[in-house]
């Protein structure tokens, strides 16, 4: 046990230190969903890899992507919506909603998607189904938080789970 202590914090380091072209990459989407109980709304941002989601946007819709080029974003938005529309469903109080697309933007490596969700009263339950570049990585990992008011709820799935359900 003692030689395991020791040989952990050493493998980390050999591995910190191996470029990341040879590290095995992190695979990792996050989306929150906030109840706005003022705007009777539930606003979602989801942070994806820029270079994982122009790879998965490119296979799927057989196109050039570029994200960060500006002369592209009309092009892009269309597809953006498309992918993510398709890839995250959100349930409120048990019954679906459709996400209605407003834009991204990028932030440094990471991309940013907002949607919104109109004329919800309360929310009691939420259920979310995010299958964002499960077509691409098989050890894809989401993380997904749920806030209403002071409450918020927080999962990991890891591919294939793709369901988090919860109550406030």
Excluded: W
């Amino acid at each position: 046990m003692h030689k395991l202590k020791f040989l952990l914090p050493v493998l980390c380091l050999v591995y910190l230190s191996l470029p990341a072209t040879v590290r095995h990459p992190l695979h990792v989407s996050t989306a929150e969903l906030s109840f706005n109980a003022k705007e009777k709304s539930v606003e979602v941002s989801c942070r994806i890899f820029t270079d994982d989601f122009e790879s998965i946007l490119a296979k799927l819709y057989k196109r050039k992507t570029d994200l960060s080029k500006p002369s592209m974003k009309p092009e892009m938005d269309e597809i953006v919506k498309k992918y993510l529309t398709s890839h995250l469903q959100v349930k409120v109080n048990g019954k679906a909603v459709t996400l209605q697309y407003v834009g991204f933007e990028i932030d440094h490596e990471a991309t940013n998607i907002y949607l919104e969700v109109d004329q919800v009263s309360t929310m009691k339950t939420a259920e979310v189904t995010n299958t964002i570049l499960y077509d691409l990585f098989d050890d894809q990992m989401s993380i997904i938080h749920v806030t209403n008011g002071k409450k918020r709820n927080s999962t990991k799935i890891l591919f294939p789970d793709k369901t988090f359900t919860t109550n406030f």
